[in-house]
């Protein structure tokens, strides 16, 4: 996971002031729960991760034609950013903000990486530490005051210029990271490979990682995703291959301080992608939808701390309506209202040559969690 601060300061119920414009200026395209923020032909075609601070500043990354792409909400309507200093790479996979003049992404460059830091005015790089992570190249990075996590095949984090690396053990990969301060961290992935290995979390004290016990989850999870509110509040999440291509087995896993509780419930056939914690002791989930009959509407599922609901995402005007052509890869708060973005790509219909084009989608919250819930 990553940026996730703003949800822990009290969220109030949404209230959008204006419309959100998808490219090309049109008004958004709204259903209960959710409304498409950006799609069609824009400078995107896949948005990876998220990350907000404020009403008025986010900033999504990702590609596009074999080049990265990072875009910045500016209250109204998202832009590419344009501000000087980005270096070409083959995608931006990962942002993090700490304020409107402090934000960090990663990407990937051929086989190497590269770490970018906004001072408010323009990106500047960084060196970042370790080889390059052969095995998953989008690694996880999360930023809070003071300090910068970056996961992969190490842990490693960032303060005043210096870099300071803690080794794992052999085929263990750090695939999400969340801070909730300098002195406070999560992060999860596993020990390869999926068959025959196990789930890893590990906690930051300021000092040092800690190996924390065994989420129990089902066999064959691969746990991506973490998502820290506070000491006795950490959900990880992933999901595994059925027998016979049935659709993924998703698992969620909750730590209350003291022990994990496996939470998954009636959440099923999802590729498990993104999480967030709600705000109010719930839990919002979202990946790539496979429940059968197939069907291409885009899904986000919500946990109130109890029960599953599952709720329907807005399709966008030009996308596939026969094949679940949608994929949500972050979720992030949406300033104070208490909403959130959400950030992916969907496919069109096949062309007569039976081509189709994949284009980036970013859509937001339009009704609190406690008011999707009544």
């Known amino acids: 996971m990553l940026e996730r601060h703003l949800i822990r300061s009290a969220a109030v119920p949404l209230a959008l002031a204006s419309a959100l414009l998808m490219a090309g200026g049109a008004g958004a395209a ?17 948005l990876m991760s998220v990350s907000s601070v404020d009403d008025d500043h986010a900033w999504a990354v990702g590609r596009k034609d074999g080049a990265g792409v990072i875009m910045r909400w500016d209250g109204e309507r998202w832009v590419e950013d344009t ?45 970042a ?40 053990p052999a085929r263990v990969d750090i695939r999400g990271i969340d801070a ?23 906690r930051w004290d300021g000092t040092t990682w800690t190996l924390m016990d065994q989420p129990p989850v089902r066999t064959g999870t691969d746990t991506a995703e973490i998502a820290a509110e506070s000491s006795d509040s950490v959900y990880v999440a992933g999901w595994a291959d059925a027998p016979d291509a049935a659709p993924a087995i998703p698992g969620v896993a909750h730590w209350d301080g003291s022990a994990w509780e496996d939470i998954t419930g009636t959440l ?42 599952k709720e329907a995402g807005v399709p966008a005007p030009d996308g596939d309506t026969r094949w679940p052509s949608y ?10 209202s208490g909403g959130f973005w959400a950030v992916g790509d969907y496919s069109t219909p096949m062309d007569a040559n039976g081509d189709d084009t994949v284009n980036g989608l970013i859509e937001r919250s339009t009704a609190s969690p406690e008011a999707a819930d009544r």
């Open 327 to 336: 994929s949500f890869y972050d979720l992030a708060p949406a300033g104070a």
């Open 30 to 46: 709204e259903a209960p729960g959710w409304e498409i923020s950006l799609s069609g032909n824009s400078p995107a075609e896949s």
């Open 83 to 127: 501000a000087p200093g980005l270096p070409e790479v083959w995608e931006w996979s990962a942002v993090s903000a700490v304020s409107a003049d402090d934000v960090w992404a990663y990407g990937s460059v051929g086989r190497g990486q590269a770490l970018v830091h906004f001072d408010g005015e323009r990106w500047n790089s960084v060196t």
């Open 268 to 309: 099923t056939a999802l590729y498990v992608h993104a999480i967030a914690p709600d705000g109010h002791g719930g839990l919002w989930v979202t990946g790539n939808d496979r429940s059968e009959p197939a069907h291409a509407d885009p899904v986000f599922w919500h946990y109130d701390g109890a029960t599953w609901t």
């Open 180 to 202: 909730i301060s300098a002195d406070e961290a999560y992060a999860t992935g596993m020990k390869y490979p999926v068959d025959g290995g196990h789930p890893v979390t590990y």
């Open 129 to 168: 530490a370790g080889p390059p992570d052969d095995s998953w190249p989008e690694v996880p990075i999360d930023a809070v005051p003071g300090r910068l996590f970056k996961g992969g095949n190490a842990l490693y984090t960032y303060t005043a210029g210096t870099w300071k690396t803690f080794a794992l």
